[in-house]
């Protein structure tokens, strides 16, 4: 059983940034994922990091966040940059146990974490 745990998220004016934090409890050969649900929307993927630190984005967050890991502290962050009010949702982390991340996305990850809010506003 993995446990993931987001911390991080609040409130924030445009064009500030927010650092998400995501600690792994057992960490393995995976797919680490920050997804996010707009309210009212289904939840979308946003970024992706693979076991041996590939990484990717979705086009909306591109050259505004950065996905990372600290193996050492079992940790994924997501560095949320040049933030738009429309960025504005509960973001969680997610895993994929023994998958790439170009595999996986658009598949039900293997374990959520709770959430966090993050708000922009204009």
């Known amino acids: 059983q993995l446990h993931l745990a987001e911390s991080g998220g609040g409130s924030v004016e445009a064009g500030g940034s927010l650092t998400l934090s995501c600690k792994v409890s057992?960490?393995?050969?995976?797919?680490y994922g920050w997804f996010r649900r707009i309210q009212g929307k289904d939840k979308d993927g946003v970024a992706g990091?693979?076991?041996?630190?590939?990484?990717s984005y979705v086009d909306s967050v591109k050259g505004r966040f950065t996905i990372s890991q600290d193996t050492a502290k079992n940790t994924v962050y997501l560095q949320m940059n040049s933030l738009l009010p429309e960025d504005t949702a509960v973001y969680y982390c997610?895993?994929?146990?023994?998958?790439?991340?170009?595999?996986?996305?658009?598949?039900?990850?293997?374990?959520w974490g709770q959430g966090t809010q993050v708000t922009v506003s204009s």
């Open positions: 997610a895993a994929y146990i023994g998958k790439r991340c170009n595999d996986a996305f658009g598949t039900e990850p293997d374990y």
């Open positions: 057992k960490p393995n050969r995976y797919c």
């Open positions: 990091i693979d076991s041996d630190g590939s990484t």
